[in-house]
């Protein structure tokens, strides 16, 4: 591979800004991320982090800015374009989005089915080796109802792998979930990352961030207002905004 391909950002984001309802979410927000790359966004409540993530998979529009995927510039008004950024770019959300009348497995393989036009036994066959590999081989014959909140999030993480997506948003994966069911998700993406999966997430899980991430921003008020490694923005005495966030949400915790 050449050092130019090496270079090109598998994702990259210029000027996203989104105003709902009146009120500007997103301002001038840009995000580049380089293939095997894990970047964490932090902040607040309302800081725009979801909105961002979904308008990097053009499920909310931006009011301005541009999206490049390997180096091509993506045009979401062509709908061939729009359907074949999602493939490429898959999303996991905060409460799973399964179908309750559909089994796990079937969660899975519907869109091999009917996106990648697999045959059905294909498709099932792929469905029951993500389901393998985010530790729910046994659990594909269950319908959501059936599943705990951590399995239906490893079922989302599933159907997004069977897509053989370049780079994957996570929008606060463990914050449906109760405490004891966190690690089982956190267990799965961490396996991801070590396997070099390009990832985006957004998470208060700041311990899992200053471990995996290959940089985190810091967004408020819509914007991004400090980015920079883990060991820099966490480091003892940075006196970082993130830092100061991370100390908030440990004293959070220790006054539950």
Request: glycine share 8%; hydrophobic share 45%.
């Amino acid at each position: 591979m050449s050092d130019i391909a090496e270079q090109t950002p598998v994702l990259r984001a210029e000027g996203f800004s989104k105003k709902l309802g009146g009120r500007r979410i997103l301002d001038q927000v840009s995000l580049s991320v380089n293939r095997g790359e894990m970047k964490v966004l932090i902040g607040p409540s309302g800081a725009g982090k979801s909105t961002f993530l979904q308008c990097l998979n053009y499920l909310i529009v931006p009011d301005e800015g541009d999206m490049w995927l390997n180096g091509e510039r993506v045009t979401p008004s062509k709908k061939q374009e729009l359907y074949a950024l999602r493939e490429r770019v898959g999303m996991i959300f905060q409460d799973f989005n399964l179908f309750d009348h559909l089994t796990a497995q079937e969660n899975v393989s519907i869109a091999l089915t009917r996106v990648k036009k697999m045959t059905r036994r294909d498709a099932a066959l792929r469905a029951v080796s993500e389901l393998e590999r985010v530790g729910l081989a046994r659990r594909g014959a269950l319908y959501p109802a059936e599943l705990s909140g951590g399995q239906k999030q490893r079922v989302a993480i599933a159907r997004a792998l069977a897509m053989d997506p370049e780079v994957i948003l996570l929008d606060e994966p463990t914050s449906a979930l109760d405490p004891e069911l966190v690690g089982e998700v956190l267990a799965v993406i961490r396996e991801l990352a070590r396997g070099g999966m390009t990832m985006v997430m957004a998470t208060h899980q700041m311990e899992f961030a200053r471990a995996l991430a290959t940089e985190i921003l810091f967004m408020e008020h819509g914007a991004i207002i400090e980015r920079g490694a883990p060991a820099a923005l966490l480091a003892q005495g940075a006196n970082t905004r993130t830092q100061a966030f991370f100390a908030r949400l440990v004293a959070e915790e220790g006054a539950c």
